[in-house]
């Protein structure tokens, strides 16, 4: 996919003007643990933050997904992102009606096979390999995390439970991988 951005998260916050310049909100150990419904609550939040925030916002919404019984869409930058929560992710697969799990992986076919429920897709090559998204969804359309690495172990993105924001973020990269999502 040819862009004049290059970043996902660029061209997602080029469709939505103004979001880009939301204050950043802190939401690492250092202040407030956020729970899920503080973060729905606020509706949407942009930060800058290391891994381990964006590692317990993701266990919150794969919590949330199987809880519910709901869709789930994970990315991971690489195999070894995913062979950490491979063990997490195969018990989850088996809570869950459908998963993606998207990933610049050499090879798709992992060595666990997960459940028939969920799509392994590679996303080497694309402006997607360098992103760490979680959707699932509620009552209202699909919500989550969307955040970019931008290097030393730190991450730019944003928390939203905007429908149409969410839909362009799937959107985006079925549109770029040329598969079909469907969190409904």
Excluded at 29 to 37: E, V
Aim: include cysteine; glycine fraction near 6%.
């Amino acid at each position: 996919m040819t862009s004049e951005y290059g970043s996902f998260l660029e061209e997602l916050w080029s469709e939505f003007p103004g979001l880009s310049e939301k204050e950043i909100t802190d939401i690492t150990d250092h202040n407030i643990l956020w729970t899920l419904d503080e973060y729905i609550k606020a509706g949407y939040v942009n930060f800058k933050t290391g891994r381990k925030e964006l590692y317990r916002l993701s266990i919150l919404l794969e919590n949330f997904a199987v809880k519910n019984n709901v869709p789930l869409f994970a990315t991971f930058e690489t195999e070894k992102r995913y062979k950490y929560v491979e063990d997490r992710y195969i018990e989850i697969l088996e809570k869950i009606p459908k998963a993606w799990i998207i990933g610049n992986f050499n090879n798709p076919f992992l060595a666990k096979q997960p459940p028939k429920n969920s799509e392994v897709i590679s996303c080497d090559g694309t402006n997607i390999s360098d992103m760490w998204i979680v959707i699932t969804k509620n009552s209202m359309g699909p919500f989550g995390l969307v955040a970019e690495n931008i290097g030393d172990g730190q991450y730019r993105g944003f928390f939203s439970i905007s429908p149409p924001l969410m839909k362009k973020v799937v959107e985006n990269i079925s549109k770029s991988l040329k598969i079909s999502v469907d969190l409904s």
